[in-house]
Nanobody, 121 residues
Framework: QVQLVESGGGLVQPGGSLSVSCAVSGSILSIHAMRWYRQVPGKERELVAS???????NYADSVKGRFTISRDNAKNTVYLQMNSLKAEDTAVYYCNAEVKVRTFFAARDYWGQGTQVTVSS
């Protein structure tokens, strides 16, 4: 009923920049928090950044000052601008949205399929 479609991702050199986006579609009543997670094989999924419906942001210490999360409420889209990328940023990046749908009384978390970001020379 709710779909998250990611765009972007790919290969970038250390020190470079990359931007990924995630558009939410479906029977949406409202979207609360939107988040980006990342995961490498064998490790727990890590919260990278979050943004509330009002635009308040939080970042993992490892990306603070380098990454910027933003959202376009009119487009139901969340973005992650990644600058000064490091090899350790290599991961599958997942978008997450806390969505209130028309057919359920409470908001639920929905996930994108993930997009690979590889930082390598």
């Amino acid at each position: 009923q709710v779909q998250l479609v990611e765009s972007g991702g790919g290969l970038v050199q250390p020190g470079g920049s990359l931007s990924v986006s995630c558009a939410v579609s479906g029977s949406i009543l409202s979207i609360h928090a939107m988040r980006w997670y990342r995961q490498v094989p064998g490790k727990e999924r890590e919260l990278v950044a979050s943004i509330t419906s009002g635009g308040s942001t939080n970042y993992a210490d490892s990306v603070k000052g380098r990454f910027t999360i933003s959202r376009d409420n009119a487009k139901n889209t969340v973005y992650l601008q990644m600058n000064s990328l490091k090899a350790e940023d290599t991961a599958v990046y997942y978008c997450n949205a806390e969505v209130k749908v028309r057919t359920f009384f409470a908001a639920r978390d929905y996930w994108g399929q993930g997009t690979q970001v590889t930082v390598s020379s």
